[in-house]
């Protein structure tokens, strides 16, 4: 299946803007005027020759892939659907559209979705019995199935029936084929179902969170008594949902049960079907440090193991799992100091490691069956920078495709005869480029960011500078600085530092970002140097540095900012009276525990929707990095901001959103009441019915202008 996403992206003609030189708040929060044309919807053909995406105004378009001419109108615009993604069927004859989408957590959502007839020119509403989830078509393309209140239904496009396969779903009891909140959060998985290669079979996840505590936000919208929203949240040592694995066959409707053992003291965070239609199942210990691949018998139910992975600190999952026809599969692990990729056969053996070298896998786009290729990303030449590579399944060395210093990352065609590389670097906005596979040659330029690079030339940006600190403990850290456009050696300046800091997170990449570095030039034109620095737990330098926090989370994370603050205040033109530092979420709670514990570094802080106690945060997260607090209780109570409050004597701005579901409201609120306690003065700003990203409306501008202001009050 070949799903299109489409990002909306708020931004305006480039070129109408005056030729002015100051930024200010209005420009990038509101006007967006800083923000890199995306490429939304695109999507290659099977053809190898087109590739299609949404026109506004005509509806889903074919393109000729050399010329960008349109060729074909694929789905005519319908009056009253306004589509906002689509997925073709495998063979390019149906596209499932959705619309009317409605936003339930990070990456879940209910919407209507529709099935195009692409030659009977036909079209056909999945169901007209509610809005519906993670709408999916099988191989043959003549069925689709869907969630609708927690519970599993398939339509037979063929006889227009709709078919319901569970039906003890219940809100905040039972989900059958969706995820709860935490899997969604923290493995990133909403869609808890999969069609057999066959057809035959749908094979889901089922959720029981009866025992699951629940937690309630509230909503102020102008009425007599706020509106509460009540869901199963499982905080650090509190019981898990119950997960099972069941398998559902069409012909016979009869559903079986996984025989796996262990339930209650596990995660099943992934299925995925082999090409001889036996189950995989993923499972994981609650630690995150033991997991196997399962094979699960789609008639019988029994399991045996395909292979055991096992590790002192955590195992991150994700999504590179692949099996390729010929009894083998591809996989990524870490389990050599960097994560990289191996060939196993369906025994579980080793045959062959991929890659190797100190460097680090970052992203894997696929294999390449008939060229017997895997292509992925990675930070091979440096942590900051990102390429594109392919290395031969029969071995051999990598091959890099990516021609430019930068950030680079990839869309594959489905054959691998195309990808488009979208390339960007340090203040230097995204190009997309299509290229032949093979050749590695220029088809076509489809999206340059012209406009924007010559918008940027109209203003008196800094240039930003890569620097390496070496810290009290003899850590090399990587960074970048931002000094003010006429900066002066001699004199002396003040310091912002902006920070996230957390797990397998970078924010020193020599890459293009929406947003935030546009401030950060604001900043500089107003005499701030800005700086940020990756500490220890960040991405791209090997497992011993990404998991030296493990059981410590947050403490040698402090220890390193602390010192970048140390190094800075000893260089001449800095003032070292004047340091602060910013953060959001991770980084939130970054700045206020550096706040609190290098209080004679920093002059002041602003922490946006930060962990304060990582007692009120998620299972699955929190314990991958610290285990349980029954545990390791000292590990919780050392490295939250809350227990060392009062140790606070610079300014502090609090933000929170009041209806952020993954670092609660709770967390500002008894942080709060903690400063209140022992008489620490600070500012907060706290927006209703807000979630963790805090937008929405004149929201954003509303908050970069508080922090605006309060910087240029405290720094």
């Not at 239904?153 to 995820?179: C, H, M, P, S, W």
């Not at 209806?659 to 209703?688: C, G, R, S, T």
Request: net charge neutral; aromatic share 14%; charged share 25%.
């Amino acid at each position: 299946m070949k799903t299109i996403l489409i990002y909306f992206s708020l931004f305006l003609p480039l070129v109408a803007f005056a030729q002015d030189n100051k930024i200010n708040i209005q420009q990038i929060w509101e006007e967006y005027r800083f923000w890199a044309r995306p490429v939304p919807g695109f999507n290659f053909m099977n053809s190898g020759a087109h590739y299609s995406r949404i026109d506004k105004a005509k509806g889903i378009v074919e393109y000729a892939l050399s010329t960008g001419k349109e060729t074909q109108v694929l789905y005519p615009k319908q009056e009253n659907i306004d589509v906002g993604g689509y997925t073709f069927s495998n063979d390019e004859s149906k596209i499932l559209l959705e619309t009317d989408a409605e936003k339930i957590y990070r990456y879940s959502y209910k919407a209507n979705f529709y099935v195009w007839d692409v030659k009977g020119k036909n079209l056909k509403k999945v169901s007209d019995k509610g809005k519906q989830r993670y709408a999916t078509l099988n191989k043959s393309a003549d069925k689709v199935a869907f969630v609708r209140q927690n519970n599993i239904f398939y339509r037979d496009l063929k006889t227009d029936k709709e078919v319901q396969i569970t039906r003890d779903g219940k809100e905040n009891l039972i989900i059958n084929g969706a995820t709860d909140w935490v899997y969604e959060e923290e493995f990133a998985i909403s869609r808890a179902f999969e069609w057999s290669p066959d057809g035959k079979k749908i094979a889901f996840i089922r959720f029981d969170e009866t025992a699951v505590p629940e937690f309630t936000m509230f909503y102020y919208m102008n009425a007599l008594y706020p509106q509460g929203s009540t869901f199963k949240y499982p905080k650090a040592g509190e019981t898990n949902a119950t997960v099972s694995v069941w398998i559902y066959d069409l012909d016979s409707k009869e559903t079986i049960e996984a025989k796996i053992k262990g339930k209650a003291e596990q995660y099943l965070p992934r299925i995925v079907w082999t090409p001889d239609n036996q189950l995989c199942v993923t499972r994981m210990n609650r630690h995150q440090s033991e997991l196997d691949l399962l094979l699960v018998n789609s008639k019988s139910g029994k399991v045996k193991t395909l292979l055991s992975e096992k590790n002192e600190y955590f195992i991150d999952i994700n999504d590179n799992l692949t099996f390729l026809e010929g009894e083998q599969f591809v996989w990524t692990s870490d389990m050599d100091g960097y994560q990289h990729i191996y060939l196993y056969n369906m025994k579980g053996k080793q045959v062959k490691q991929l890659t190797k070298g100190e460097f680090d896998v970052i992203t894997f786009y696929g294999v390449d069956k008939k060229r017997k290729r895997v292509y992925f990303q990675a930070a091979a030449t440096s942590p900051t920078e990102r390429e594109i590579y392919y290395v031969s399944l029969d071995g051999g060395d990598m091959v890099k495709l990516s021609k430019e210093a930068g950030y680079n990352t990839a869309q594959f065609s489905s054959t691998f005869d195309y990808y488009i590389n979208k390339h960007s670097s340090i203040g230097v906005p995204p190009t997309h480029v299509i290229y032949k596979t093979e050749s590695n040659d220029v088809v076509r330029v489809i999206e340059d960011n012209n406009n924007l690079k010559q918008l940027l030339t109209t203003y008196n940006l800094s240039e930003y500078e890569f620097f390496k600190v070496k810290t009290d403990n003899d850590i090399e850290l990587n960074g970048w600085m931002l000094k003010p456009q006429d900066f002066d050696p001699k004199k002396q300046y003040p310091v912002f530092m902006t920070v996230y800091g957390g797990p397998g997170r970078q924010t020193v990449l020599n890459r293009w970002d929406n947003g935030n570095p546009m401030w950060y030039q604001m900043l500089a034109q107003e005499g701030y140097i800005v700086v940020s620095v990756d500490n220890r737990g960040t991405d791209a330098r090997g497992e011993a540095f990404r998991k030296a926090t493990y059981m410590e989370l947050g403490k040698y994370e402090t220890i390193d900012q602390i010192n970048v603050a140390k190094y800075l205040g000893s260089l001449d033109y800095v003032d070292a009276e004047r340091i602060g530092i910013f953060g959001w979420s991770f980084g939130g709670y970054l700045s206020t525990s550096c706040l609190a514990k290098g209080a004679d570094f920093f002059k002041m802080a602003i922490a946006v929707a930060p962990v304060t106690n990582w007692k009120w945060y998620d299972t699955i997260y929190t314990e991958r990095y610290m285990r349980t607090p029954q545990e390791n209780n000292s590990g919780y109570e050392d490295n939250s901001p809350i227990n060392f409050a009062k140790s606070i004597r610079g300014k502090y701005l609090l933000v929170h959103g009041m209806a952020d579901d993954n670092v609660h409201f709770q967390h500002a609120v008894e942080m709060a009441n903690a400063l209140v306690k022992y008489n620490i003065p600070f500012d907060q700003a706290f927006y209703p019915n807000k979630n963790h990203g805090i937008y929405g409306g004149y929201t954003r501008s509303h908050l970069y202008n508080k922090m605006t202001n309060f910087i240029k009050d405290n720094l």
